[in-house]
């Protein structure tokens, strides 16, 4: 609705209040005269009758009853709706829809969200965990944290830090097959993968004093970071994944990684948010808030 037809409206309604033209021109501060002009040119633009005029009072055809309802109502929900959205923008409320690859959402997003809602508790948070990229806008979403180079977009970006990928095995199936001890040892082993469309089953390794992209071989893929760590945790093969993800089962024993020297390949971290200039107070608050938390996490 344009500002000059809201303006009608509530000269309209100011006139049904008061019953005259020069009771509702003090009130909106018009002579009487160009209230009357006003409303007559409601009336043209709409083709009917709204208010019949008498020397003694004003009064409201049917029409101009059905008008008044309408636009008290309509008014009331613009007014309710500035008051809802400058709230907000005080005070952080409302939803916020977040995505996250599996791994990190499991061991780096959750374990935030406890204080961050006793924090905020009129924010509600809608969750997706998956490990492929989706699209910001045709997901509807607020916030997605991703690994590795970001492609350019009209997205806004905050950089969490970097993730050390490493290659990780059971005891027990480095004892069944024994430990890579070369990047070339790696053709004799089970190494896990994953299924979604974005992977490739090579790994980034260093040999010979240069990185190479090395094509390794499994009878298991899956579509998660985090299936494919409990699939090393069975002992059912090899697995390259994330330092956080796999930092518990390194110190516990449960896990133990193979060709540290190898391993040359780090991928930033991101926050991508939509907004710019105009990002909603809760999406800023979660934003604040999880950066320098994340950030700790990443750095171990």
Sequence with gaps: MSDARAWEMK??????????????????????????????RLEGRLGVRLIERSTRRLRLTAEGEHYRERAEALLGEMDALDAELAGGARSPSGLIRVNASVPFGRHCLLPLLPAFVAAYPEVRLDLTFTDEVVDLYAAATDVAFRIGRLPDSALLAVRLGEVRRRIVAAPDYLAR????????????????????????????????????????HG??????????????????????????????????????????????????????????????????????????????????
């Design 177 to 216: 097959n024994g430990t890579p001890r070369t990047v070339a040892d790696l053709e004799r082993h089970e190494c896990l993968g994953f299924n979604f469309r974005r992977s490739a089953a090579v790994w980034p390794l260093r040999a010979g004093g240069r990185l190479v992209d090395r094509e390794v």
């Design 11 to 40: 000269v309209f309604l100011r006139v049904a209040a008061h019953g005259s033209f020069s009771g509702a021109g003090r009130e909106v501060g018009m002579t009487p005269s160009s209230t009357a002009k006003l409303i007559d």
């Design 219 to 300: 009878r298991i893929v899956a579509s998660n970071g985090e299936t494919v760590r409990h699939l090393a945790l069975l002992g059912l093969g090899l697995a390259r994944l994330a330092e956080f993800h796999v930092r518990a089962d390194l110190a516990a024993g449960r896990l133990a990684s193979v060709l540290d020297e190898a391993m040359a390949d780090r991928e930033e971290v991101h926050a991508v948010y939509t907004g710019r200039d105009r990002t909603p107070a809760r999406v800023r608050a979660f934003l604040d808030f999880m950066t320098p938390r994340l950030r700790h996490r990443l750095e171990g």
